[in-house]
């Protein structure tokens, strides 16, 4: 444009100094005609420059709207997450209180199982005792007279009187034992053996005495007492009793080692048997 103006300026000094031809002024029309339409080129240009920078710009708006757009919904966004991960702590928080709750009363129940176990066991050792030795069945034939006969003191002693005076004795001491009269039962017991040393109850009465100790939780007194049975009465019947019933008086002392060697000595001379059963089972709960 400056070389236009520059061009134009020199045609008016030429015509001004009246000295130009036509020739010249041709020349110089055909110069300016064409600079003029390199100017007019050059315009077009920067409107198509200017057009191209405008839609350009237009693109990069709406590519900052579109930023901003997706900036603001990526921060919704992030609340929203934030909002659910705290949700979600709070839900593992409660989850963690519920497990801790319900571990402490599985361990309540465990304990509440364990003792009931020791129950029902001690129960089957009772039931298992009453079920062999003959004083049971005399006992029961004696409750089956008192029905018949009355149930008064005279009945009772009339149905005693045809039996030998060591049956009465032992069936006496029995009677204590289950009431639950155990230092009772255990003197008539002791009683009885004093008097009979060797019949066919002695070894259960001795048997009975380790029972009082053990139901009284006097431990060492009734390994003591089990001890003897096996001793005085080694081919007796209560004698895998005792030595089981041993084992477990052990184990309520806490003595897991004494325990562990009479159990296993019970399954090693009492194979295939209750006993041998029950010291299994002992076994694995300690070894726990």
Same mark, same amino acid.
């Given at each position: 444009?400056?070389? &236009?103006?520059?061009?134009?300026?020199?045609?008016?000094?030429?015509?001004?100094?009246? &000295?130009?031809?036509?020739?010249?002024? +041709?020349?110089?029309?055909?110069?300016?005609?064409?600079?003029?339409? =390199?100017?007019? =080129?050059?315009?077009?240009?920067?409107?198509?420059?200017?057009?191209?920078?405008?839609?350009?710009?237009? %693109?990069? +708006?709406?590519?900052?709207?579109?930023?901003?757009?997706?900036?603001?919904?990526?921060?919704?966004?992030?609340?929203?997450?934030?909002?659910?991960?705290?949700?979600?702590?709070?839900?593992?928080?409660?989850?963690?209180?519920?497990?801790?709750?319900?571990?402490?009363?599985?361990?309540?129940?465990?304990?509440?199982? %364990?003792?009931?176990?020791?129950?029902?066991?001690?129960?089957?050792?009772?039931?298992?005792?009453?079920?062999?030795?003959?004083?049971?069945?005399?006992?029961?034939?004696?409750?089956?007279?008192?029905?018949?006969?009355?149930?008064?003191?005279?009945?009772?002693?009339?149905?005693?009187?045809?039996?030998? +005076?060591?049956?009465?004795?032992? =069936?006496?001491?029995?009677?204590?034992?289950?009431?639950?009269?155990?230092?009772?039962?255990?003197?008539?017991?002791?009683?009885?053996?004093?008097?009979?040393?060797?019949?066919?109850?002695?070894?259960?009465?001795?048997?009975?005495?380790?029972? &009082?100790?053990?139901?009284?939780?006097?431990?060492?007194?009734?390994?003591?007492?089990?001890?003897?049975?096996?001793?005085?009465?080694?081919?007796?019947?209560?004698?895998?009793?005792?030595?089981?019933?041993?084992?477990?008086?052990?184990?309520?002392?806490? +003595?897991?080692?004494?325990?562990?060697?009479?159990?296993?000595?019970?399954?090693?001379?009492?194979?295939?048997?209750?006993?041998?059963?029950?010291?299994?089972?002992?076994?694995?709960?300690?070894?726990?």
């Amino acid at each position: 444009m400056k070389r &236009c103006f520059a061009f134009i300026g020199t045609v008016f000094i030429l015509l001004s100094w009246g &000295c130009a031809t036509t020739q010249d002024l +041709d020349r110089l029309r055909g110069e300016l005609s064409a600079r003029l339409d =390199a100017a007019d =080129a050059q315009v077009k240009a920067l409107k198509e420059e200017n057009t191209v920078i405008r839609s350009e710009l237009k %693109k990069t +708006d709406e590519a900052l709207e579109a930023l901003r757009k997706r900036q603001a919904e990526t921060g919704a966004d992030l609340t929203e997450l934030r909002d659910t991960v705290r949700q979600l702590n709070g839900a593992v928080e409660s989850l963690k209180k519920d497990t801790a709750a319900l571990a402490a009363r599985l361990n309540r129940k465990d304990d509440e199982v %364990k003792d009931l176990r020791e129950k029902i066991e001690s129960v089957s050792f009772k039931t298992n005792f009453l079920e062999n030795f003959l004083g049971i069945g005399k006992k029961e034939e004696l409750s089956e007279a008192n029905g018949k006969g009355g149930h008064s003191n005279t009945a009772t002693k009339e149905a005693l009187k045809g039996k030998a +005076d060591r049956e009465v004795a032992y =069936a006496a001491a029995y009677d204590e034992f289950t009431q639950g009269k155990y230092e009772k039962a255990r003197a008539g017991f002791q009683a009885f053996l004093k008097q009979y040393p060797d019949t066919e109850y002695s070894d259960n009465a001795q048997f009975w005495i380790g029972e &009082c100790y053990y139901f009284e939780k006097k431990y060492e007194k009734a390994i003591l007492e089990y001890e003897k049975v096996a001793k005085n009465y080694p081919e007796g019947n209560k004698v895998p009793y005792a030595r089981l019933k041993q084992g477990l008086s052990f184990l309520n002392l806490g +003595d897991k080692a004494g325990a562990k060697l009479i159990l296993q000595q019970v399954i090693k001379d009492y194979p295939n048997t209750n006993q041998a059963r029950i010291a299994r089972s002992k076994l694995v709960e300690i070894n726990q």
